[in-house]
């Protein structure tokens, strides 16, 4: 297993180059199976959930390589496996995305219960309803989802809540039904507009991603193209809040302040001075952040993947922060890993109300998850020794070279195999 080594050292200083975003990259990699042929898609980071989706598509018979000039390429035949098996499905939730693109394709999908980060109920129900919607049926035998759609056919779903899985299903279903499909109280995030660009790209018709309301008139065929991955606005999270509490100057080159405005404004509000750059943000922190309140709310509101290293921000800060997790209600797992390096953190329901403190101390820590292990790192840069983090497996699964991105900028972190 592996573990990381976080000291605390001088603040930080330079650029870090952000990755092209995994909840995108994975939604494209499904996406190809929707089309016969070559598709190549750039800025796909290179992390252990690309690899686990692309062992998925190759389960599926696709051919998934990446290139010398570290593209992605994928090649579809004529010919597709519509089975997702177990033991690739249960290390990634992001693997029901193929339900919606094997009904466009072949009529049937046999995909296991998802497996993924552990911090609560996310129950696919609405992913399948949604497809119902559109003439899909579905059973459940043996822990696998067995769904048929001998024909797609276009109607209006009014989502309960504005899933991105479920709104990534009925994109890639409907892109291939026939007749229109308008999906009411779609989820917005910048990543739902990217797979809607990419459709179109192939050929489909798709209107108003990235809005409540997305339109999507069926076509026959789809064709294999290339598509650039936008960057990771998580990851770029992420750096902000290192530097929330190392200190120092950063510029995070490809990252889109545009695609984070509300974080962004916490952030200023926590004591960063960040500005938007022509191909980036550039961002220094002075002295101990500010408190501040936080509540996660679907995108333009605080995605949930960005507040677990908010409150490693808040447990630093100056005075009493609270944080409300409207999202994911068992997210805070991390709390009693910030807790053994003496955070004061009280989680009352689902909300946190986080007392600054001055420093912590270094401690052994657990990564229960992508985010909270990447909470863990920037917590430990503001504590007083050596921190090790262990099952860091996990941030690989979400981080493309962390730990060289980090030390490019002066932090002193090192990995432990």
Not at 186 to 211: C, K, Q, T, W, Y
Not at 222 to 242: G, K, N, Q, S
Not at 323 to 330: D, L, R, S
Not at 373 to 399: E, K, P, Q, S, W
């Amino acid at each position: 297993m592996s573990r990381f080594v976080v000291r605390p050292g001088e603040p930080l200083q330079g650029e870090i180059q952000v990755s092209g975003a995994k909840n995108s990259a994975l939604k494209l990699m499904a996406a190809t199976v929707l089309a016969e042929g070559r598709c190549v898609l750039r800025s796909v980071p290179d992390i252990a959930d690309v690899e686990i989706m692309g062992r998925l598509l190759e389960a599926m018979g696709l051919e998934v390589r990446r290139r010398e000039d570290d593209a992605l390429e994928i090649l579809r035949g004529a010919e597709i496996v519509p089975e997702a098996p177990y033991e690739l499905v249960e290390q990634m939730r992001a693997s029901t995305a193929v339900l919606g693109p094997l009904l466009a394709t072949v009529g049937e999908a046999r995909v296991a219960l998802p497996g993924g980060d552990d911090f609560g109920s996310r129950p696919i129900d609405m992913h399948l309803t949604s497809l119902e919607a559109l003439g899909a049926t579905f059973e459940l035998r043996h822990g696998v989802i067995e769904a048929r759609a001998p024909r797609l056919v276009g109607a209006e779903v009014v989502l309960e809540y504005p899933s991105n899985g479920a709104t990534e299903n009925l994109l890639m279903a409907g892109v291939l039904a026939e007749g229109t499909t308008t999906v009411r109280n779609a989820a917005r995030e910048p990543e739902i507009a990217d797979l809607a660009a990419f459709l179109n790209r192939m050929g489909a018709r798709v209107l108003g991603a990235g809005s409540p309301t997305i339109v999507i008139e069926g076509v026959e065929s789809l064709r294999a193209v290339e598509h650039v991955a936008i960057p990771d606005r998580i990851e770029a999270a992420t750096f902000l809040c290192a530097l929330a509490v190392a200190g120092g100057e950063v510029t995070l080159r490809g990252a889109r302040a545009d695609q984070m405005d509300l974080l962004v404004d916490k952030m200023g509000r926590m004591g960063l001075r960040i500005s938007p750059e022509a191909d980036g943000i550039w961002a220094m922190a002075r002295g101990r952040p500010r408190p501040v309140d936080v509540a996660t709310l679907p995108y333009p509101g605080i995605a949930t993947d960005f507040l677990p290293m908010l409150v490693a921000v808040m447990s630093l800060a100056t005075g009493t922060s609270y944080a409300t997790e409207n999202v994911y209600a068992g997210r805070f797992r991390y709390v009693g890993e910030l807790a053994r390096m003496g955070a004061q953190v009280r989680v009352e329901g689902h909300h946190l109300v986080v007392d600054g403190v001055e420093r912590l101390s270094a401690a052994p820590v657990r990564a229960v998850d992508i985010r909270a292990g990447a909470a863990m790192v920037v917590a430990a840069l503001g504590a007083d020794g050596a921190t090790t983090i262990h099952d860091a497996g996990h941030i690989d699964r979400g981080y493309e070279r962390f730990v060289e991105k980090l030390t490019g900028v002066g932090a002193d972190i090192e990995r432990v195999d």
